[in-house]
């Protein structure tokens, strides 16, 4: 999986932070884990002053904030959802960016909701039609609507709809259609 910051290199380690008053969980890369940190560090903290012993405090916080989002990353590993069924965890299908079984839908399903509607911005993904299934359905209508105006006794309506039919090419059996 890619990190969610940068869309370059692969997501290693999950941060939070608040957006909007909602809090976020984003997977990111160690670089921009430490951009992240580094932005949310106190501003008094001055990088190019030498720390006792001629090391400059920039390597020391790399180390420490590595240090930091390893025991992080851990702590959030054991507080995880995971599936009753198969025990995939959440950061495991998201790397894979596939699910274990079928009960991982209903697991994950508020993060998946969440993922269809960004990839598809809707909650129902509605996809292509095939032309012979969709001339079936248009027919299907077009028959029941000509059966209601003959029983409610509108004659020249039915008349209409019985005439758009003809018009309607014929479902060809030899070709694996609708008999």
């Not at 390893?70 to 998201?94: F, K, Q, S």
């Not at 079928?102 to 508020?110: N, T, V």
């Amino acid at each position: 999986m890619k990190c969610e910051l940068c869309h370059k290199a692969d997501a290693e380690t999950a941060i939070r932070r608040e957006v909007g008053g909602e809090l976020q969980e984003l997977y990111v890369c160690q670089g921009c884990a430490r951009q992240e940190a580094a932005a949310a560090a106190p501003p008094d903290v001055d990088a190019e002053q030498p720390v006792a012993g001629g090391m400059g405090t920039v390597p020391l916080m790399g180390m420490i904030l590595d240090a930091a989002f390893e025991i992080v990353g851990r702590a959030m590993n054991r507080a995880e959802p995971a599936c009753p069924a198969c025990g995939i965890l959440r950061h495991e299908y998201r790397k894979q960016s596939r699910l274990g079984c079928p009960a991982c839908y209903e697991a994950f399903a508020r993060e998946l909701d969440a993922a269809i509607f960004d990839l598809h911005r809707a909650r129902q993904h509605v996809g292509k039609v095939p032309q012979r299934a969709q001339a079936l359905c248009q027919r299907r209508q077009l028959e029941a609507r000509l059966a209601q105006a003959v029983k409610e006794q509108r004659y020249e309506e039915a008349i209409a709809l019985r005439d758009e039919l003809l018009r309607l090419p014929e479902p060809d059996a030899a070709k694996g259609g609708p008999a």
